[in-house]
Each structure stands twice: as C-alpha cells, then as structure tokens.
C-alpha cells in the first residue's frame, strides 16, 4: 500500500522569504504521479504542480519548484518570493500511473505567511 | 483548464432526512470522480471511486447505504447522505478525471458543507 507523510504539521514563514515543504512517500510502483495541492481557507482545492515519477526534471510553476529525489521517496516543495496569498494548507499527493486511480493524500501542512 | 461544480455549496438539514449532492464537470468528460470527505484541520478521506454507468466502488468503513453514489452521466456525478444524522456534518468534496488528457490529474470542486441538526 502506498502511503504519504507530511512531517511539518504547521510553518511560518515571512512574507517574500523562500520555504520549503517535506513530503516523503511510500510505494512499490516504478512510474506514478505525484502532486501538490493547496486548500486556502475557501477550502477549494487548487493543484499547485504535478510530477511524473519517469522524469528526472523536476516540475516547476513560476514561484513553485520541487525536489525530487525517487530514489529517497522525497518530494518537497520549494515556495519562492512567500506572498501573503500563498496561506493555506498544503497536501502531498500520490497517484499510482493507472488510469482513473485514486490519490492517496499526506496530513497536509499549514502554512501561514506572515506580514 | 478543467472545472468541477458541486451543488450546493452548503446545506443545513434536519436530522433523519436525505441530502443530495451534485458533482458535475462542465468542460470535460469525467469517466471517473470521486468522494471525499474532510473534518476540520484534518486531510480528504476518500468515500468512493464512482465510474459512469457502474456501482460505485467504496472504501473500507463507509456504509454503502447511508452514502448513495450515481454516476448517470459523463458529466454528472450525485452523492446522497440517507437519514443523515449530525455526526454526518461535515465538509463533502468530489474531484473528477477523464478523457481528453485530464486522465492523469483529478481537479476538485468546491466542496458542500453539510450541516445535520
């Protein structure tokens, strides 16, 4: 079974300062997905950047970068230039590279950015 | 890019009656959706993967006659709370993927707050 940990609960952070967020995953699968989402306090869930485990580049969106690491099962979140729209809680998300499947979706961490 | 509707975004109801939630995706075909759920402060539990015109395939734990799913259509998608009771309160999410090169993400709609008394 394919398991997601979030071992930050909560961050702050000041505004326009970089941070980064902790993910690591379990999984016997060669090729999957991973993602991040963000939940801001409307609770819609928006996707922030998506990785395919098969490509060794990691995913960027203009503020948002990750690292990927396969072989470690690590995938973190690099949040550059915080802005005070970037609270919210953020999920770590797996999905196996099988059409239709479910995700499976870490704790999360809330982050909140600070004026 | 891809939009999910859900309705209606929060409903108050009085304890023992059904409540019927709407999942739709409006710009593309959801060959499959899915159900959350989600407490305060806590992440998505996932309900039931639906598929349009099958069951709906539930997870461990979760009454299949106390949460009706249909999947009629490849738009459309209802989760039905039967005789909801409070402990029912909670945050109900659907997210949906398909054809058309959204097979391979899941984009969410908003969410209905449900509210049993």
């Known amino acids: 079974a394919q398991t997601v940990t979030q071992s930050q609960p909560e961050m702050s952070v000041q505004e326009a300062e970089t941070v980064t967020l902790s993910c690591t995953y379990d999984t016997s699968e060669n090729n999957y997905y991973l993602f991040w989402y963000k939940q801001p306090p409307s609770r819609q869930m928006i996707l922030v950047i998506r990785q395919e485990a098969y490509k060794q580049q990691n995913a960027t969106e203009n503020r948002f970068s990750v690292n990927f690491q396969k072989a470690a099962k690590s995938f973190s979140l690099k949040i550059s230039d915080s802005q005070l729209g970037d609270t919210a809680m953020y999920f770590c998300a797996f999905m196996k590279m099988n059409r239709d499947d479910k995700i499976i979706f870490g704790k999360g961490t809330r982050l909140h950015i600070l004026p | 890019g891809a939009v999910v509707s859900q309705h209606p975004s929060w409903v108050i109801c009085k304890s023992g009656t059904s409540v019927k939630i709407e999942c739709r995706s409006l710009?593309?075909?959801?060959?499959?959706m899915f159900w959350y759920r989600q407490f305060p402060k806590q992440s998505l539990m996932l309900m039931a993967t639906s598929n349009e015109g099958s069951k709906a395939t539930y997870e461990q734990g979760v009454e299949k006659d106390k949460f009706l799913i249909n999947h009629a259509s490849l738009t459309l998608s209802t989760l039905t709370v039967t005789s909801a009771h409070p402990e029912d309160s909670s945050f109900y999410i659907c997210?949906?993927?398909?054809?058309?090169?959204?097979?391979?993400?899941?984009?969410f709609g908003p969410g209905t707050r449900l509210l049993v008394l």
């Open positions: 710009d593309f075909q959801a060959t499959t």
């Open positions: 997210s949906a993927s398909g054809a058309g090169g959204h097979q391979e993400t899941q984009y």
